[in-house]
């Protein structure tokens, strides 16, 4: 098979990503302040996400070119 080594370090920086839940008794003042966090988080979680499915589509294009029985 076609294997890249930068791969590893995709893997790796998906298992690092710490999601914040807030909480539902919250009285913080800062609630937009933290709503807008989240949706960045969120922005950002998508970004990696498209960034793995086009990296695994190119990775697959290349295997396909190499071999066309795989």
Not at 5 to 15: D, F, G, Q, V
Not at 47 to 67: P, R, S, Y
């Amino acid at each position: 098979g076609l294997i890249i080594p930068n791969s590893k370090k995709n893997i790796l920086a998906r298992k690092n990503v710490v999601t914040s839940r807030p909480s539902v008794f919250s009285n913080d003042s800062s609630s937009e302040e933290d709503a807008h966090k989240e949706v960045n988080a969120q922005i950002h979680r998508e970004a990696l996400k498209k960034k793995v499915q086009k990296q695994t589509k190119i990775e697959i294009q290349k295997a396909l070119e190499q071999d066309a029985t795989v």
